[in-house]
C-alpha cells in the first residue's frame, strides 16, 4: 500500500499569512492525488483533487500543486475559517490511503 | 442536495457483529462509486472500503479484508457494511462518502457518521 506523509504536523500561522503543507507518498502516485480539510466536529470537505483542481465552490487562495512523490497545499492568505485539519489522500492504487494529517492553528 | 444518512452504529462485544446503512438522496445513487471511511477517537482518516457505482467490484483495506462486505441496493439508493469478527482498533466513527466517478477515487460528499465501538 502507498503510504503518504504530511508535514509538518502542525502549523502556526497568523491569519492573512500564507500557509504551506506538504504531502510526500512512498511511490509515485503520478497527480492522483487529492487534498481535504476537517474543521472539528464536521465532516472533511474535499479541496483539490488529482493535483490542482479545486473541487466545487472551493475559493481560489487554495491552490494545490506537485507530482509524482511531492505535493504542496498552499492557502495564499489564511482566513479564520481555514483554521483547521488538512489531510492528502491517493487514488493511484487501491487501497486508498489518507496522510496523517497537518493541523493549521492560529499562532 | 446530496444527503447521506448513517445508522447502524452502537456497542459491541470483541468478536461480534454490526451492520451499518448509508441513505443517500439527492443524486443519481447508481452513477457514482461510494466508500465506507472511518476515523478512530481524536485520529486521522482511514478508507476501509469502496464499491463501484453497479455494485460488482468491491474494495478493502488490509486491515478489514476478510471480516468486513461492503454492498449496495440501487433500488433503494442504500450502502451497507457487513462488520464481522470486530476487534476493539475498529472502534471508529464510520462515515460513507460519494465518490466523484463511478469507481472508487475521491470523494466530495460525505455523512456525519455513525459512531461503533467495540469493547467488553
Known amino acids: 500500500e502507498i503510504v503518504l506523509t504530511q508535514s509538518p504536523a502542525t502549523l502556526s500561522l497568523s491569519p492573512g499569512e500564507r500557509a504551506t503543507l506538504s504531502c510526500r507518498a512512498s511511490q509515485s502516485v503520478s497527480s492522483y492525488l487529492a487534498w481535504y480539510q476537517q474543521m472539528p466536529g464536521q465532516a472533511p470537505r474535499l479541496l483539490i483533487y488529482?493535483?490542482?483542481n479545486r473541487a466545487t465552490g472551493i475559493p481560489a487562495r487554495f491552490s494545490g500543486s506537485g507530482s509524482e512523490t511531492d505535493f504542496t497545499l498552499t492557502i495564499s492568505s489564511l482566513e479564520p475559517e481555514d483554521f483547521a485539519v488538512y489531510y492528502c489522500q491517493q487514488r493511484s492504487s487501491r487501497p486508498l490511503t489518507f496522510g496523517g494529517g497537518t493541523k493549521v492553528e492560529i499562532k | 442536495e446530496v444527503q447521506l444518512l448513517e445508522s447502524g452504529g452502537g456497542l459491541v462485544q470483541p468478536g461480534g457483529s454490526l451492520r451499518l446503512s448509508c441513505a443517500a438522496s439527492g443524486f443519481t445513487f447508481s452513477s457514482y462509486a461510494m466508500s465506507w471511511v472511518r476515523q478512530a477517537p481524536g485520529k486521522g482518516l482511514e478508507w476501509v472500503s469502496g464499491i463501484s457505482g453497479g455494485g460488482a467490484s468491491t474494495y478493502y483495506a488490509d486491515s478489514v479484508k476478510g471480516r468486513f462486505t461492503i454492498s449496495r441496493d440501487n433500488s433503494k439508493n442504500t450502502l451497507y457494511l457487513q462488520m464481522n469478527s470486530l476487534r476493539a482498533e475498529d472502534t471508529a466513527v464510520y462515515s460513507c462518502?460519494?465518490?466523484?466517478?463511478?469507481?472508487?477515487?475521491?470523494?466530495?460528499?460525505w455523512g456525519q457518521g455513525t459512531l461503533v465501538t467495540v469493547s467488553s
Open positions: 462518502a460519494k465518490d466523484r466517478a463511478v469507481l472508487p477515487n475521491n470523494f466530495d460528499f
Open positions: 488529482d493535483a490542482s
